[in-house]
């Protein structure tokens, strides 16, 4: 393993191991506090542009599984095509894996899709300053190659688009209701619940018009980066909203897409929200549920139009976890009710959304 050096944008220097693929990289550091779940993780689009530190001190030993595609062209394992985060720091990477569906190493994995690992890192303390100071910048530059510095640029980056199809895809044809799909950066189980339930999803790319279709419901999906690069899929939010009171569900990307096409404002969270215990909410009742997240950015309900109300509410900080329309049905969540990996406390969101199709 050759000695690499994380250096974050405050001058902070952390040395460990590489394990993974061999290249000097750059990106936001953020951190994730969930026990497992790191080929979920690790192909989440919405983890685009970022390096991802993982708190669970041993991370490597169950292995990763195949890369499998349904005959409804939807992943079997993984939430997407391909891995995403910029680069994988953790504290113990395990070099030998034991699980029934591991193929192979997460070693392996990485080195495949050319994706920097690093190993031997203080993650306690990396993760204490990052709660302290909020997410930094930050670059993995290997000892030997110190001529090599990337920079990082994520700041004003539209990664949404990066990640978005292309094309429209469509998934379940001749099934039920059609629900036309945003795609800011999906997950595969995103896509799998809606398929569960019977419905025809219509994927669409992030900034396409789709109020000319002909579909029954809309949903938002996730996605990485700042929503307020997406000016373009909260236009076409708004003129839908005008044309039709047809239901509408988001979640993650999607609550903020929904929240500024209802006039309200985005903010950047000091740290954000990465893990599998995110302590949420209902407004009105005191029913709690333990929700799956991965977001850096929330919704400033203050700035809500007068027809729209607060629906979900993070019990950690008190920072908006969804909201909804007062008459019509449209809702969303800043949570994962998909989870993959999580809780599925949550799920209840999918069959709600699907009830609303008419």
């Excluded at 001749?174 to 025809?200: Q, Y």
């Excluded at 929200?273 to 302590?279: K, L, T």
Aim: net charge negative; aromatic share 10%; hydrophobic share 35%.
């Amino acid at each position: 393993m050759r000695n690499v050096t994380l250096v974050l944008s405050d001058g902070t220097e952390f040395h460990g191991k590489s394990f993974g693929y061999d290249a000097p990289v750059a990106g936001e550091v953020v951190f994730n506090t969930a026990m497992m779940g790191y080929p979920e993780s690790l192909t989440d689009p919405s983890y685009a542009g970022q390096m991802l530190t993982m708190t669970f001190p041993l991370v490597g030993n169950y292995g990763v599984p195949p890369f499998t595609i349904e005959e409804n062209r939807i992943p079997s394992f993984m939430e997407s095509n391909k891995i995403y985060v910029s680069a994988l720091i953790v504290s113990d990477y395990s070099e030998e894996y034991s699980h029934w569906n591991a193929v192979e190493s997460l070693a392996s994995w990485l080195k495949r899709e050319h994706v920097p690992g690093i190993t031997g890192i203080d993650t306690r303390e990396l993760t204490k300053l990052l709660r302290e100071n909020g997410v930094l910048m930050g670059k993995i530059i290997f000892d030997d190659e110190p001529e090599n510095i990337p920079e990082a640029v994520y700041e004003g980056v539209n990664f949404v688009d990066m990640v978005s199809t292309k094309q429209i895809i469509k998934y379940n044809e001749g099934a039920g209701k059609k629900v036309v799909l945003v795609d800011c950066g999906v997950k595969a189980n995103i896509l799998r619940e809606l398929v569960e339930r019977n419905v025809e999803i219509i994927r669409v790319p992030w900034n396409y018009d789709y109020t000319t279709l002909d579909y029954d419901g809309l949903f938002l999906a996730n996605g990485p980066g700042d929503p307020d690069m997406c000016s373009d899929a909260v236009e076409v939010i708004r003129k839908q909203m005008s044309l039709s009171s047809k239901p509408i569900c988001g979640i993650c990307m999607g609550n903020q897409l929904l929240a500024k096409a209802a006039g309200a404002k985005i903010y950047k969270l000091k740290y954000g929200h990465r893990g599998h215990n995110q302590p949420v909410r209902m407004v009105g009742t005191n029913k709690c549920f333990i929700t799956s997240q991965n977001h850096g950015y929330a919704v400033d309900v203050n700035t809500l139009e007068k027809d729209w109300e607060e629906l979900f509410v993070n019990m950690n900080d008190g920072s908006n976890e969804g909201i909804r329309h007062k008459t019509n049905q449209w809702f969303s969540s800043q949570f994962h009710p998909e989870a993959s990996s999580g809780p599925v406390d949550t799920e209840f969101l999918f069959d709600k959304f699907v009830e609303t199709l008419k």
